[in-house]
């Protein structure tokens, strides 16, 4: 790894077993895991999602340089595909690239990690999205908020929920008030909003594939990579000790609770800390 990195690049290739190519989307992700320095289980952070093709290979690549903190030292990676009779053969490689950064990543850390159910009253999304209370570094100058969501789940779920239902979400980013007087133009809170619907899934490259590839879906596309929806604060965002972060969806009920299996949100989320 060069002394001064200023890109990193992950690749990630599907190729051909030798008993054929699996012939379903079906979710895929690349992990690091972190060693707890207490000796606990390791913490795991999700650095590549995917889904993979109808029935072909592909090559992706994403920029990771946010990530950078977590590689470095001894590591391990784990890849888990879903699959429907076959399979894949997987490689991954992470290339830095020298260069100076404009704003240095120096910490990452876990917000929501898992499926989110979402429609069903007994089970409220609340309870998964739970505000997070995030201690700032010190030094820090700049914050990124990184979600990494797909819906998934099928009709008869209300709305075809949620692989094919469109649906609002907002991220917000508050600090505690700093001593002193806080300038107009200074902020301590912030909100964002994002419709987790993608629509050029028509326009994806890897194609031909056989399968209903061409439909928009909730934030993903059939042989594609999954790029995260990123949050940054503003650059007259006043840091405390803290930050909380927030994470809603505007109201959903899934009047076909029970009818099939229930939709959800997979769900990945970290905030990088710059300096």
Same mark, same amino acid.
């Given at each position: 790894?060069?002394?001064?990195? &200023?890109?990193?690049?992950?690749?990630?290739?599907?190729? *051909?077993?030798?008993?054929g190519?699996?012939?379903?989307?079906?979710? +895929?992700?690349? &992990?690091?895991?972190?060693?707890?320095?207490?000796?606990?289980?390791?913490?795991?952070?999700?650095?590549?999602?995917?889904?993979?093709?109808?029935?072909?290979?592909?090559?992706?690549?994403?920029?990771?340089?946010?990530?950078?903190?977590?590689?470095?030292?001894?590591?391990?990676?784990?890849?888990?595909?879903?699959t429907?009779?076959?399979?894949?053969?997987?490689?991954?490689?992470?290339?830095?690239?020298?260069?100076e @950064?404009?704003?240095?990543?120096?910490?990452?850390?876990?917000?929501?990690?898992?499926?989110?159910?979402?429609? /069903?009253?007994?089970?409220?999304?609340?309870?998964?999205? #739970? /505000?997070?209370?995030? *201690? #700032?570094?010190?030094?820090?100058?700049?914050?990124r #908020?990184?979600?990494?969501?797909? +819906?998934?789940?099928m009709?008869?779920?209300?709305?075809?929920?949620?692989?094919?239902?469109?649906?609002?979400?907002?991220?917000?980013?508050?600090?505690?008030?700093?001593?002193? $007087?806080?300038? *107009?133009?200074?902020f301590?809170?912030?909100?964002?909003?994002?419709?987790?619907?993608?629509?050029?899934?028509?326009?994806?490259?890897?194609?031909?594939?056989? +399968?209903?590839?061409?439909?928009?879906?909730?934030?993903?596309?059939?042989g594609?990579?999954?790029?995260?929806?990123?949050?940054?604060?503003?650059?007259?965002? @006043?840091? &405390?000790?803290?930050?909380?972060?927030?994470?809603?969806? $505007?109201?959903?009920?899934?009047?076909?609770? &029970?009818?099939?299996?229930?939709?959800?949100?997979?769900? /990945?989320?970290?905030?990088?800390?710059?300096k």
């Amino acid at each position: 790894i060069p002394e001064n990195v &200023g890109r990193v690049i992950a690749t990630l290739t599907l190729g *051909e077993p030798e008993v054929g190519y699996d012939h379903w989307d079906k979710k +895929g992700t690349i &992990g690091i895991r972190i060693p707890s320095a207490e000796g606990d289980e390791a913490e795991r952070f999700e650095v590549f999602r995917f889904i993979t093709p109808y029935r072909r290979g592909w090559t992706w690549y994403m920029d990771v340089t946010d990530l950078l903190p977590l590689f470095k030292d001894a590591r391990e990676f784990d890849a888990n595909i879903g699959t429907y009779m076959k399979g894949w053969l997987v490689s991954f490689d992470l290339d830095f690239y020298p260069g100076e @950064l404009e704003r240095q990543p120096i910490q990452v850390v876990n917000l929501w990690n898992g499926n989110a159910d979402i429609g /069903d009253p007994e089970k409220p999304v609340e309870d998964f999205y #739970v /505000d997070r209370v995030v *201690e #700032v570094p010190e030094g820090t100058t700049h914050a990124r #908020v990184r979600a990494t969501v797909t +819906g998934h789940g099928m009709f008869p779920n209300s709305k075809n929920a949620g692989e094919f239902m469109p649906i609002w979400r907002t991220l917000t980013i508050s600090s505690e008030a700093n001593e002193g $007087d806080v300038l *107009e133009q200074d902020f301590i809170s912030m909100s964002e909003r994002n419709h987790l619907w993608k629509t050029d899934v028509y326009l994806n490259p890897c194609r031909p594939q056989g +399968g209903t590839w061409k439909f928009d879906r909730s934030g993903w596309a059939p042989g594609d990579k999954v790029e995260a929806w990123k949050v940054d604060v503003q650059p007259e965002f @006043l840091f &405390g000790e803290t930050i909380t972060i927030e994470y809603e969806l $505007d109201e959903y009920l899934n009047e076909g609770r &029970g009818e099939t299996w229930s939709p959800h949100h997979w769900t /990945d989320a970290v905030v990088v800390f710059y300096k």
